[in-house]
C-alpha cells in the first residue's frame, strides 16, 4: 500500500474541536483574570498546560502538543522581538553599565550557591563531593537564566516597559539568557567528551553592522528626495512625481512592515546558522528597529528625514514653481491628512497592528502552556525530591533577589567609606595637635589683665588675632556660615534616605523566573547524563533533574506573582500619592520615570 503524496483532509471530531477550544478558551480566560488581579497571567497558562498535556490528563495528543510548542516558540521569538521595539535605545546605553552588574550578580550568585549546596555536602544528593562538581555547575547553569519571555509578559503586563527600571531588567535577563545559552553550549561539550563552538560575537556585530548599514540607507533616501536644482534641469521635475510614489511607499506602514519582518527573520537565520541563540536575534532586531525609528521620527530627523519631509503627488502639482502659492488659512492640524498621518507610524505601533493580536490572544499562552508540558508533575510529588526541591528553590529565589541591592539607594554611598576610611588618620592628627595646642593656651585672670600693657586694639581686632592664634579646628564656622554652608553645599549635608525598596523588590522579584532557558539547560543536562548518578534508573528522572525543576518551576511561578503583586501596590500608593500631594513625586522615583527625554 503506498502512501499518498498529499494530506487527505478528514473533518476532525467533535471531542477534538472540544478539547482545542476549551484549551484555547482556559488560556486567555485564566490569563485575563489572573492579570486583572495578580498581573501574573502566565502562572495559569502553564498551570492549564500542565493540566491539559503530558504530565496531567493527557487530553492533548502529542503530535498536538509539538504544534503547541512549535508555535509557542514562535510567540516567544516575536515577544522578545517585541520587547525589543519597546526597549528605549537612550536607556539601555545610559544603564548598560548598571545592568551588566545586575546580569553578573544573577549569574555568579546561583552557581556559587549551587556549587556550596550540591558539591560542598555530598550528602545532600548522597554522593561524594567531588562526583558532584559537574551536576552542581550544570544546576547552577540552569537556574542562573532569566526567563525573556516572562520577563517581557510581566513589563507588558504591569506597564514598566518604557521605565528605568524596566530597561535594566530587559537588558540585565538579556544578558543572562546569553550567558545561559553559553552554558547550554559548555554542558553538551562535557556530556559529549568533546568541543563545540560558541559564536558570542554575534551580539556584538549585528548591531554595528545594522547601524552601518542602516545610515547609508537613509543618506540615499535623503539625496532621492532632495535631488539637485529642480529649477533648472526640467528631467527632474518630470521624475519628481515617479521619485514621490517610491519614497511615499518605502515610508508606508506596509513597506516598515516587511522591511522590519525581514530584518527579523535574516538575523534569526543568521544566528542560527552561526551557533547563537535566536532569542538574543529577535531581541537585536528589535533593539536595531527602535534605534532606527528614534532616528526617523527623534527631534533631529524631522529637517533630514525623508519621510517626514516628502510631500505627496497631489502636493507637489498644487504647488507648482510658476504659480504663486496661495495663503494658508488651515490651522496645521487641518494639514494632517491621512498620508502624513501612516508616514509618522512607529515601530510599536506597526507591530501593534499586524502582530499584536495574534501574540496576545495565540501564540504566547501557547508558549507558556508548551512549559507546562515539560513538567514531570507525577515524579515531583516524592518524599526526598519534595524538600531537597524547596531547600534548593529557596536558594535559588535568594540568588537572583540579591540583584535588587544594585538599586538599593544606601545611607553611604562606597566612594564616602572609602574617602572617610582614608581621612581617618589625618583627622585623628588634627584631633591630637588641637588638644596639645588647647592644653597650652590658659585663661587670661584680671591680675594678668592688669600688669599687662594697654593695647590700643580694638576689641573685634583682638577677637580676631586670638582666633588666628588658636587652632582652626577648634574654631567652628559662624552661625550663618553653618546655615549657609548646609544649604549651599549638598555633599555637606547627610545623603538622603531612601525612597522606597519598591525598585529593589520589583527588579529582584521580575529576575527570579527562569522559564523556558531553564528548562531547556536542564533538559539538555538530563539527556547528557550529566545530572545521573551511576545507581540510579535510566527509565526514571534522576534526583537532581527533579530537583531542579522544583526551581524553575517555583521560581517561574513566584517571580511573576511577587511582581504583579508589587505592581498592583505600586500603583495604588501612586494613586494615593496624586490625591493626596498632587502627583508631585513617584513611588518609584526615578526608576519609573522613562528616559525618553533624559
Known amino acids: 500500500m503506498t502512501t499518498p503524496s498529499y494530506f487527505q483532509y478528514h473533518e476532525p471530531s467533535l471531542v477534538e474541536l472540544l478539547i482545542s477550544s476549551t484549551f ?23 498551570l492549564i498546560g500542565t493540566a491539559w498535556g503530558e504530565p496531567g490528563a493527557r487530553w492533548l495528543s502529542i503530535d498536538f502538543q509539538r504544534v503547541v510548542s512549535s508555535l509557542g516558540y514562535l510567540g516567544l521569538i516575536l515577544v522578545v522581538y517585541a520587547g525589543g521595539v519597546e526597549t528605549d535605545v537612550v536607556a539601555l546605553r545610559k544603564n548598560l553599565v548598571l545592568s551588566v552588574a ?46 525573556l519571555g516572562t520577563t517581557f509578559s510581566v513589563l507588558q503586563a504591569s506597564g514598566l516597559s518604557r521605565t528605568r527600571l524596566g530597561a535594566v531588567l530587559a537588558s540585565a535577563a538579556l544578558l543572562d539568557d546569553v550567558v ?5 553550549r559548555i554542558i553538551t561539550s562535557l556530556g559529549q567528551g568533546g568541543n563545540s563552538g560558541i559564536s558570542v560575537a554575534f551580539a556584538v556585530a549585528v548591531p554595528l553592522v545594522c547601524r552601518h548599514a542602516l545610515k547609508p540607507g537613509q543618506r540615499i533616501l535623503d539625496r532621492l528626495v532632495q535631488g539637485g536644482d529642480n529649477s533648472r534641469y526640467e528631467s527632474k521635475e518630470r ?59 527623534g527631534p533631529k530627523a524631522s529637517s533630514r528625514s525623508p519621510c517626514a519631509e516628502t510631500p505627496s503627488s497631489t502636493e507637489r502639482q498644487a504647488h507648482d514653481p510658476g504659480r504663486p502659492e496661495p495663503e494658508s488659512t488651515s490651522s496645521p492640524s487641518d494639514m494632517v491628512g491621512p498620508e502624513s498621518t501612516a508616514l509618522r507610524h512607529t515601530a510599536s505601533g506597526i507591530f501593534d497592528t499586524y502582530y499584536a493580536q495574534a501574540v496576545n490572544r495565540v501564540l504566547k499562552p501557547f508558549f507558556f502552556a508548551s512549559i507546562g508540558f515539560s513538567i514531570p508533575i507525577s515524579q515531583l510529588f516524592v518524599g ?64 594678668r589683665v592688669a600688669n599687662e600693657p594697654q593695647s590700643n586694639e580694638s576689641p573685634s581686632t583682638q577677637t580676631t588675632s586670638m582666633e588666628l592664634s588658636m587652632p582652626r579646628s577648634s574654631l567652628g564656622p559662624p552661625p550663618t556660615d553653618r ?12 545623603p538622603p534616605k531612601p525612597l522606597s525598596l519598591y525598585p529593589a523588590a520589583a527588579l529582584g522579584c521580575a529576575m527570579v523566573a527562569r522559564g523556558e532557558i531553564g528548562f531547556l539547560i536542564s533538559s539538555t543536562a538530563e539527556s547528557e547524563g550529566v545530572f ?67
Not at 545561559?180 to 547550554?184: A, F, P
Not at 496624586?578 to 526608576?591: D, F
Request: one cysteine or more; charged letters at 15%; proline letters at 3%.
Open 384 to 447: 526526598e525530591v519534595v524538600w531537597r526541591g524547596i531547600i534548593y528553590s529557596i536558594l535559588m529565589i535568594i540568588g537572583k533577589l540579591v540583584c535588587g541591592l544594585w538599586l538599593v539607594r544606601f545611607p553611604i554611598s562606597i566612594s564616602e567609606a572609602l574617602r572617610s576610611v582614608v581621612s581617618f588618620p589625618a583627622s585623628k592628627y588634627d584631633q591630637i595637635v588641637s588638644k596639645i595646642r588647647s592644653w597650652s593656651f590658659r585663661p587670661i585672670t584680671k591680675s
Open 483 to 494: 546655615a549657609s554652608s548646609s544649604s549651599s553645599n549638598p555633599e555637606l549635608a547627610a
Open 532 to 598: 545521573r548518578r551511576a545507581d540510579e534508573d535510566p527509565s526514571k528522572a534522576s534526583t537532581l533533574f527533579l530537583i531542579v525543576t522544583w526551581a524553575i518551576f517555583l521560581c517561574t511561578i513566584l517571580g511573576p506573582l511577587c511582581t504583579g503583586l508589587l505592581v498592583r501596590r505600586v500603583k495604588k500608593l501612586e494613586i494615593a500619592t496624586e490625591a493626596s500631594r498632587g502627583g508631585s513625586q513617584s513611588v518609584l522615583g526615578v526608576w519609573g520615570v522613562g528616559q525618553t527625554g533624559r
Open 24 to 46: 484555547l478558551l482556559a488560556l486567555n480566560s485564566i490569563n485575563s483574570v489572573l492579570d486583572h488581579t495578580l498581573a501574573c497571567g502566565l502562572v495559569g497558562q502553564v
Open 102 to 147: 545586575v546580569a553578573i550578580t544573577g549569574v555568579v550568585v546561583p552557581i556559587g550557591l549551587s556549587f556550596a549546596l550540591l558539591a560542598s555536602s555530598g550528602s545532600f544528593l548522597g554522593t561524594d563531593s567531588s562526583a558532584a562538581l559537574l551536576p552542581a555547575f550544570a544546576a547552577g547553569a540552569a537556574l542562573c537564566s532569566t526567563s
Open 239 to 297: 521624475n519628481a512625481s515617479n521619485k514621490t510614489r517610491v519614497i511615499d511607499w518605502f515610508c508606508s506602514r506596509e513597506a516598515a512592515f516587511v522591511a522590519q519582518t525581514t530584518l527579523l527573520t535574516l538575523l534569526i537565520v543568521a544566528a542560527d546558522y552561526s551557533g547563537a541563540s535566536i532569542l538574543l536575534a529577535a531581541y537585536l532586531a528589535g533593539v536595531v528597529v527602535s534605534w532606527w525609528d528614534g532616528q526617523r521620527n
Open 180 to 184: 545561559g545559552l553559553v552554558m547550554v
